[in-house]
């Protein structure tokens, strides 16, 4: 079967990337291995109650009307309305560090205020960075190589408020460790602190269910139980030979494609599908695992993130307000540095990020209290225990985050009526990212090109994150490649 396009995953960015193109007429699927879609942003139902998998917050937030922020262009794209997504704002969320907390809210003069407050000194050369921030040129594909923290510290005489700020940014987005790239920490900042949180009334699957409604009305095709086995690449000379190019002129050809031209996809139940142009939202060792060896061979650093994620969701009959809690987020640490790094044992507890979704001005108030709390884990340690073990291992991690959670935001030991947890393992389950790694490799490829021609990348491994990231980097791609004769340069 032939296809203009096809897109690995049901994932934000691929479901973005699948309205684009149908928008413009394309014959284009979306192949989810999964009997459900949203990817690392998807929802599950236990114990009665449906549950978002990794939805923390909207970042991104931006009001109706305002068009030139990321929220305003990916709903003028899609051709989705505002207030079809019923955008509680947050109350306020906060960086706690031993015996200091800056809060922050979606109104800017509040962290500012804040810094004041706590690194009076500092005011000014909070300033400075605000005015020098770089914009969203990541969208064009840019990357600065910069280190955040080495910046950070070159603008801050206070080395406090350089883990502060670092703390929230690396754990909503950070795939390396210790540190971030200084393009990437931009877009990060601007996403968390100059727009701020925001959730969708009744969670992520709202959104996504409008995103597929949005799709197929298009025109998509949106096939699920279809996992991709292999991603088919030819060579430049065999794809030259094909259209009767003379042979010798087909080898100087393949010196201008050494890594090939995508053909299509063979699924797992072994169902080939042509196609011009495949876009992974896979990630990008997983993508390169499904080429042909010889082509995925010298395209670039291909490894495994090295971070992933424990995190215990307990559900309480009374809400976070009736227990003394009324912010939406708490990124803690309980020392002056934070080390942001996979941990030696099996999750860290001294730091991590608290939130709620309950303390959101949104639409639909829950009826019982949920608190999630998120630790470093160590995928390696978590594979090596028996199921005995792991069993005890999860009792065990879970209790140390809501100790933590009691620490730095409010207690909820003792008034659980149910609780689920999920670790590294989990992750790697359900997404299919080698390692557990949430944020994927350390090495992104911002233009979303994979040195294969017709193949590209959206998503995570693309540097973007988080429900608007994630959909953006979809669209932006799709832009670049398809709908501005760019298809043939991936």
């Not at 896979?282 to 082509?295: K, M, Q, R, Y």
């Not at 998120?374 to 340690?381: E, M, R």
């Not at 944020?439 to 990348?457: E, F, M, N, Q, V």
């Amino acid at each position: 079967m032939r296809y203009d396009a096809l897109i690995i995953g049901a994932g934000l960015s691929g479901l973005g990337a699948g309205i684009r193109l149908a928008q413009f007429g394309k014959r284009v699927a979306i192949l989810e291995k999964h009997t459900v879609w949203g990817g690392l942003n998807s929802f599950y139902k236990l114990g009665g109650r449906l549950f978002d998998s990794g939805l923390h917050a909207l970042t991104n937030y931006a009001p109706r009307g305002e068009r030139t922020k990321p929220l305003g262009r990916i709903l003028r794209q899609l051709r989705i309305d505002h207030d079809a997504l019923e955008l509680g704002e947050q109350s306020w969320s906060a960086v706690r560090f031993p015996g200091i907390e800056l809060r922050f809210s979606n109104d800017l003069a509040l962290l500012r205020s804040e810094i004041a407050r706590a690194f009076p000194g500092e005011a000014d050369a909070f300033e400075r960075l605000l005015a020098d921030l770089p914009g969203y040129e990541l969208l064009d594909g840019s990357s600065s190589g910069r280190s955040a923290r080495a910046e950070l510290a070159g603008r801050f005489r206070e080395p406090l408020l350089v883990e502060m700020l670092l703390c929230p940014l690396c754990y909503y987005g950070g795939a390396r460790e210790h540190d971030l790239d200084w393009q990437q920490f931009a877009i990060l900042f601007r996403a968390i602190f100059l727009e701020g949180f925001a959730r969708p009334a009744g969670g992520i699957r709202p959104v996504l269910d409008l995103l597929v409604k949005r799709y197929k009305a298009e025109g998509g095709e949106l096939r699920l139980r279809a996992g991709v086995a292999r991603i088919v690449v030819e060579r430049g000379v065999d794809r030259a030979l094909d259209r009767g190019v003379d042979r010798g002129i087909a080898r100087d050809f393949d010196r201008g494609a050494a890594h090939g031209r995508v053909r299509g996809v063979v699924l797992e139940n072994g169902e080939e599908l042509d196609a011009e142009h495949v876009y992974s939202s896979a990630g990008w060792v997983e993508t390169l695992a499904l080429c042909p060896p010889e082509h995925a061979r010298g395209v670039g650093p291909v490894e495994p993130g090295p971070l992933s994620f424990f995190e215990s969701l307990t559900v309480t009959a009374e809400e976070p307000r009736a227990l003394g809690f009324d912010g939406t987020a708490v990124f803690f640490n309980d020392s002056p540095r934070f080390d942001y790094r996979s941990p030696d044992a099996l999750v860290d507890p001294h730091s991590g990020v608290i939130c709620t979704p309950n303390n959101y001005a949104t639409t639909e108030p829950l009826t019982e209290g949920l608190l999630r709390v998120t630790l470093l884990a160590n995928h390696a340690k978590w594979r090596a225990l028996d199921p005995e073990r792991y069993v005890a291992e999860k009792a065990r991690a879970a209790e140390l985050a809501l100790a933590a959670a009691a620490r730095f935001a409010f207690d909820v030991r003792g008034k659980a009526v149910f609780q689920d947890t999920f670790t590294p393992l989990t992750i790697e389950r359900f997404t299919g990212h080698a390692g557990g790694a949430v944020y994927g490799s350390a090495h992104k490829r911002p233009d979303g090109k994979t040195g294969i021609d017709g193949l590209s990348l959206v998503g995570t491994d693309q540097g973007f994150v988080g429900i608007v990231g994630a959909l953006l980097s979809g669209i932006t791609v799709v832009n670049r490649r398809a709908l501005e004769g760019a298809g043939s340069a991936s």
